[in-house]
């Protein structure tokens, strides 16, 4: 039923599985017959679980006063979120609010364009990006994308301005004087569960900041503590430019932000969104944020994430005829998978025996469960995992 009116009224851009889920609670999800355990939480976008009961409520509190107003008047929960934001990342940044990753990345790039006009004699507008990053699906973060495959012909022309590298140690060649940025994610998401040395990124930032180029951070991916600290760059010890966040902010309500130091090179009229940062959004994730700080705090999320780690070591170590490397941190891990058919079958079985698993890149099985998720549903995976296998 679903998969007919599925098939005729929406477009086809997504290879899909036909289930029904109904219900979801934490890391578990439920059809009609039987039940998932989560290991993907929508592609690391519910960070607190399905069916959050603290995030409802705060939601339908908010939706039933107001939903939305336009950014033309404050919005008291955009404001306490921008300073949330600054708060939990301790950046002294201010934050513009946009409805998706892609959106936040745009955010960004106009940000570093504009400052490349401002702060130099002769315009800057180039950003680099490296290969196997993925930054967006609009036409602009397509282009930053460094993913041949994804320049189609199809949707040319791109716009100028965007070039890839192989290594971090290539940029530094790749840098001429209309280079106004560098934009990375540091641990590549889509790519692959790759993350990067923290010695190469701080090399690198200090490199840029000493020139006076941008450090853009993609953390659309890696922020709102997936990788245990709010973000990455916090792990990372650096003080980007620019930062992007978006898939775990709103525990599932759509919602980007671009925080910046530069505070003063957006003036009103360079960028806008009708949807951006409304009340809704920004209601949701402020709670989202709250329930986040206090796992971390307490010392759950640390608990947590060793003990994902430590059954995913288990279950890597005890099939190395399949899998041949474990990659990732914090709460986004993947297992490298000998050849792309038996992945695509794996994540098959997996589904048929009750637990959802995601693909990066060619070969690597990806893990982005819940910040949330309980032991017993941890345990109830990989147990459904071995059996799978
Ligand atoms: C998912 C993702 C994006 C794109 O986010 P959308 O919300 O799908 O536009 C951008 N960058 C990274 C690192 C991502 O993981």
Request: hydrophobic letters at 40%.
């Amino acid at each position: 039923m679903i998969k007919d009116i599925d098939k005729q009224y929406v477009l086809n851009t997504y290879a899909r599985n036909y289930v029904n889920f109904v219900k979801g609670e934490n890391a578990t999800l439920y059809d009609n017959n039987r039940n998932f355990i989560d290991f993907t939480s929508g592609i690391g976008v519910v960070s607190v679980g399905h069916g959050n009961k603290q995030v409802a409520d705060a939601i339908c509190d908010q939706v039933s006063n107001i939903t939305h107003i336009s950014n033309l008047y404050a919005i008291e929960p955009q404001a306490l979120l921008a300073q949330k934001i600054a708060q939990l990342s301790g950046y002294d940044v201010a934050t513009f609010f946009a409805n998706s990753g892609a959106e936040a990345n745009e955010g960004a790039i106009k940000i570093a364009r504009k400052y490349g006009e401002l702060k130099f004699d002769n315009k800057k507008f180039k950003v680099i990006t490296l290969e196997h990053s993925f930054h967006g699906r609009t036409i602009t973060t397509v282009k930053a994308t460094g993913q041949k495959s994804m320049h189609k012909d199809d949707f040319a022309p791109y716009p100028d301005g965007f070039s890839f590298d192989q290594k971090i140690e290539d940029i530094y060649n790749s840098i001429d004087d209309q280079t106004v940025a560098v934009m990375i994610e540091l641990v590549q998401g889509e790519g692959g569960v790759q993350p990067f040395e923290k010695n190469q990124i701080q090399k690198l930032a200090k490199y840029l900041k000493d020139k006076g180029l941008l450090l853009i951070v993609d953390e659309v991916q890696t922020g709102a503590f997936r990788t245990g600290e709010f973000l990455a760059s916090n792990l990372y010890e650096i003080e980007p430019d620019i930062i992007t966040m978006a898939k775990g902010l709103g525990g599932g309500v759509p919602i980007g932000a671009v925080m910046t130091t530069h505070k003063d090179i957006l003036v009103p009229g360079d960028h806008g969104s009708t949807f951006g940062g409304n009340y809704l959004s920004t209601r949701a994730s402020l709670e989202v944020c709250n329930i986040l700080q206090e796992c971390k705090d307490s010392g759950l999320l640390d608990e947590t994430m060793i003990y994902f780690e430590t059954k995913l070591k288990e279950f890597y170590e005890n099939h190395q005829d399949i899998f041949t490397d474990m990659v990732g941190l914090g709460m986004m891990r993947g297992l490298r998978v000998k050849d792309a058919d038996t992945l695509t079958q794996f994540i098959s079985k997996a589904f048929d025996n009750g637990v959802l698993v995601l693909k990066a890149g060619r070969n690597t099985l990806r893990f982005l469960p819940p910040l949330t998720i309980t032991k017993y549903e941890v345990n109830e995976g990989f147990e459904r995992l071995e059996k799978a296998l």
